[in-house]
Structure formats: C-alpha cells, structure tokens
C-alpha cells in the first residue's frame, strides 16, 4: 500500500483543478435573453442556404470477402495447362 502514496499528490491536484474549473466556469456562463435568442433563430431561418445539398448517387461498394481473387480472363491463349 505504501508504493501507492506517490499517487495521492497528484489525484489531489487533479480533483482541486476539477473543482476549481466548475466553478470558474459557472460564473461566465449568463442566460441569453428570450427576445434576442428568437431573434437570432429567425435570422438563422430566414438566410438562404444554398449549397451542395442535394441527392447524392448511392455509391457502389465493392464486396469484400476478404480473400484476393484475381480478375477472371477469356479466352484460350491465356490460359495455362499444369
């Protein structure tokens, strides 16, 4: 148990800083006025977005099986007798 001690300076920092970001950061976080948020939401709204939206060609995926076949050939002459 006494090779662990070394831990608990460090555990202690790290919840101190925990504990000390939640706080710091509850201060700055203010509530938006309902007036200006459905203002800001109908601005957003009303903007026209254009872009590439639009249906896309479904993609043809390959079937792997996961063992490398080759291509087949036609044709006698290229094949081989064992």
Do not use: C, N, Y
Not at 44 to 61: I, M, N, Q, S
């Amino acid at each position: 148990m006494e090779i662990l001690l070394w831990l608990v300076p460090p555990a202690l920092v790290t919840v101190a800083a925990m504990v000390w970001v939640g706080w710091a950061a509850r201060e700055g976080r203010g509530e938006v006025d309902r007036d200006v948020a459905v203002q800001r939401l109908g601005q957003a709204l009303a903007k026209d977005h254009r872009g590439g939206f639009g249906p896309r060609a479904a993609r043809v995926t390959d079937r792997s099986s996961g063992i490398a076949v080759r291509p087949t050939r036609t044709g006698a002459e290229t094949r081989r007798a064992s």
